[in-house]
């Protein structure tokens, strides 16, 4: 997706667990993160397990790639889960291709030349991944997408893997464990829920999404959001990353 602002702004983003890796080039305003660090101006993002809020005062200049689950595998010399809750900087990254591709994007003005050579690059990239253990890790993201209710153990018993091992896998593949996963993909079903039907019940969203009960998706969703349900819904518009065809920002209405 491609967010751009010609004028001085003064908004709060919120980043929440996705379930997904997105590399993101900015060529806007510094953005800080709740702790008052800055956030890097290119990057790869890697799985989060918590909410945060990115504070920003300017313009934004920003296009970003959401990659589907196992998208970013073709892409890493090493396993996914290496970056799990860290924003690399693209120069730390150590891939020459991207540094170039960073460099491009920098100088270019022209935002439908950056999109076409972030593709071609991307595209260049792009290699055989489907071994044993890919096809075993997206047929397990498929029945996690469609079944509301699964433990590890039926997922590990799909795959023809031992539980310890399917753990490995699973983690190395997706940059996260299966039960926190689960966990993410069933909150993005909320999301995507409440996206669709604002004024849904949350009791009947908390069924029709596999929780227990509604303390259960409360719980839950405080954790991941930062806020409760009730909360979300009077300060932004519910959003699924994962479920979504679209990708967008989750943006905060300042009172």
Request: include cysteine.
């Amino acid at each position: 997706w491609i967010l751009q602002t010609d004028s001085y702004v003064n908004r709060n983003i919120q980043t929440i667990p996705s379930g997904c890796i997105h590399l993101v080039f900015h060529r806007g305003c510094d953005m800080l993160f709740s702790n008052g660090e800055k956030q890097p101006k290119n990057f790869i993002r890697g799985q989060l397990s918590a909410p945060d809020t990115l504070f920003f005062s300017g313009n934004i200049d920003m296009i970003a790639i959401v990659f589907h689950p196992l998208g970013i595998i073709p892409f890493l010399s090493h396993p996914a889960n290496e970056l799990y809750n860290h924003y690399i900087d693209i120069d730390d990254f150590g891939n020459a291709d991207l540094i170039n591709l960073e460099r491009y994007i920098t100088n270019e003005e022209n935002i439908l030349a950056c999109v076409q050579e972030i593709e071609k690059c991307l595209i260049i990239k792009l290699k055989n991944t489907c071994d044993y253990n890919y096809n075993r890790v997206l047929h397990s993201i498929q029945l996690i997408k469609n079944e509301t209710k699964l433990d590890v153990s039926e997922l590990a018993e799909n795959a023809c893997l031992g539980y310890r091992h399917f753990n490995i896998i699973f983690t190395q593949y997706t940059g996260v464990s299966p039960k926190e996963y689960m966990r993410i993909i069933r909150f993005q079903k909320v999301l995507y829920t409440l996206q669709n039907n604002p004024m849904l019940d949350i009791t009947k969203v908390a069924y029709i999404c596999g929780y227990y009960d509604h303390s259960h998706l409360v719980k839950d969703f405080r954790s991941l959001s930062g806020c409760s349900p009730t909360e979300y819904l009077s300060s932004r518009r519910p959003y699924s990353t994962f479920f979504s065809n679209d990708s967008r920002l989750n943006l905060i209405q300042l009172n």
